[in-house]
Structures are given as structure tokens and as C-alpha cells.
């Protein structure tokens, strides 16, 4: 896949890294080309970078891996998203958000064309994207929208970027309880100390 990458943080660099080694084609969106953070992500396989509105005019998915805060700014910034899937990974921390809305995800969907936009890859630390792995275990990764073909093709991304399974949680109105499932990892691994290397794994029998 052609995957626009806006945002080339912590998330984005792994996601970035996970997907160019699995043979997609990243253009990674930056404000400025010459002085913008994750510039070694240039040594990836098939990864380039470019203006925002040029990635997302060769890309046929775009995540959104931004702080909270700019979600309005960046969603409308990104020019024509007709036909693309936008992947929406962030999160509102600490009431710190796009205001007027729960959720980033909304904020999305209100601020661009497409209407296949999905939340993925919010729900866990960076560093579970980098590695997936856990002993005999892998990660598992979740996904919430309307979008029925966006939600196929973050799911196939999430395989892709190792997880074991990435499971629909439902629609649109889930956008909200995906970042209240971040925060539930946020709170194990910062505020009860168990460290950034804890993941979530569904089990069934």
C-alpha cells in the first residue's frame, strides 16, 4: 500500500519502520523537509518524505499520528482526502485536545472529505509496535469506525506491523471508549508503575 504518515514521533517512526520493512510505501508528510523529527526514517526501505498535502496526494492511507491538540489544524491541512482511509492514532491527554470534541478521531471526520476514517494503533505504547512480542505471545491491536474498508485495511496494517490479531470494537460511537482503553494502559504503565513493557492480549476458550 501507498501510506502517507503524518507525524514521524515515536508512533509514526515505529509504524513507519514495521511497514516499510513489509514492503508498503511510505511518504512521510512534514511541515519542513530539511529540520523534522524521525529524519533516520529516511533509511527505511521504500520511505520518503515530502509536504503533507504531497503525501497525501500519492498516498492511498494516511495516519495521523500528531499530538491531540493540532487535530483540527492538521486535519485541514491535509488538502483533498477524497478516497483516501485516514487511521487515526492519537489521543486526548490530560483534557489536552481538539476542542469541541471528545475524541480526535471526530475532529477527523468533521475537518476533512473522506468519511473512511477509523481509530487503530491509539490503545498501546510506541515501544509495543516496535516489538510485538512477548515471550510465547503477541499483541493484539484494536479498531473502531463506520468504515467497513477502512477498518480492513487497519487491520491488515496491524498484522503487518506484528500484531496477532486486530479486533472491531464497533463503530463511530466507540471512537471515545478507544481512548478511555488508552488510558486504561496509560494508568497500568505510568500511574501503577508497571512500566511501558505491558501489552493487551484477548484469550478465549
Same mark, same amino acid.
Given at each position: 500500500?501507498?501510506? %502517507?504518515?503524518?507525524?514521524?514521533?515515536?508512533?509514526?517512526?515505529?509504524?513507519?519502520?514495521?511497514?516499510?520493512?513489509?514492503?508498503?510505501?511510505?511518504?512521510?508528510?512534514?511541515?519542513?523537509?530539511?529540520?523534522?523529527?524521525?529524519?533516520?526514517?529516511?533509511?527505511?526501505?521504500?520511505?520518503?518524505?515530502?509536504?503533507?498535502?504531497?503525501?497525501?496526494?500519492? %498516498?492511498? &492511507?494516511?495516519?495521523?499520528?500528531?499530538?491531540?491538540?493540532?487535530?483540527?489544524? &492538521?486535519?485541514?491541512?491535509?488538502?483533498?482526502?477524497?478516497?483516501?482511509?485516514?487511521?487515526?492514532?492519537?489521543?486526548?491527554?490530560?483534557?489536552?485536545?481538539?476542542?469541541?470534541? %471528545?475524541?480526535? =478521531?471526530?475532529?477527523?471526520?468533521?475537518?476533512?472529505?473522506?468519511?473512511?476514517?477509523?481509530? +487503530?494503533?491509539?490503545? =498501546?505504547?510506541?515501544?509495543?509496535?516496535?516489538?510485538?512480542?512477548?515471550?510465547?505471545?503477541?499483541?493484539?491491536?484494536? &479498531? %473502531?469506525?463506520?468504515?467497513?474498508?477502512?477498518?480492513?485495511?487497519?487491520?491488515?496494517?496491524?498484522?503487518?506491523?506484528?500484531?496477532?490479531? +486486530?479486533?472491531?470494537?464497533?463503530?463511530?460511537?466507540?471512537?471515545?471508549?478507544?481512548?478511555?482503553?488508552?488510558?486504561?494502559?496509560?494508568?497500568?504503565?505510568?500511574?501503577?508503575?508497571?512500566?511501558?513493557?505491558?501489552?493487551?492480549?484477548?484469550?478465549?476458550?
Amino acid at each position: 500500500m501507498k501510506i %502517507a504518515i503524518i507525524g514521524t514521533g515515536n508512533v509514526g517512526g515505529a509504524l513507519a519502520t514495521k511497514w516499510s520493512q513489509t514492503g508498503h510505501q511510505i511518504y512521510l508528510g512534514v511541515k519542513d523537509q530539511n529540520n523534522f523529527k524521525g529524519k533516520h526514517l529516511l533509511d527505511n526501505p521504500n520511505t520518503t518524505v515530502s509536504s503533507m498535502s504531497s503525501a497525501i496526494s500519492l %498516498a492511498e &492511507v494516511v495516519l495521523i499520528a500528531t499530538p491531540a491538540p493540532a487535530a483540527i489544524e &492538521v486535519a485541514q491541512s491535509l488538502g483533498d482526502t477524497s478516497g483516501r482511509i485516514i487511521i487515526d492514532s492519537m489521543n486526548i491527554i490530560m483534557g489536552k485536545g481538539p476542542e469541541g470534541y %471528545a475524541n480526535t =478521531t471526530d475532529a477527523i471526520l468533521a475537518n476533512t472529505q473522506t468519511t473512511d476514517v477509523v481509530k +487503530c494503533f491509539n490503545t =498501546t505504547g510506541y515501544n509495543n509496535m516496535t516489538n510485538t512480542v512477548y515471550a510465547d505471545q503477541v499483541a493484539d491491536a484494536f &479498531v %473502531a469506525g463506520d468504515s467497513v474498508n477502512g477498518k480492513l485495511v487497519a487491520q491488515k496494517l496491524a498484522k503487518d506491523a506484528g500484531f496477532a490479531e +486486530c479486533y472491531d470494537i464497533g463503530g463511530n460511537d466507540k471512537f471515545t471508549l478507544m481512548e478511555q482503553f488508552a488510558w486504561f494502559w496509560i494508568n497500568l504503565a505510568m500511574f501503577q508503575g508497571h512500566g511501558r513493557e505491558i501489552a493487551f492480549k484477548l484469550l478465549k476458550r
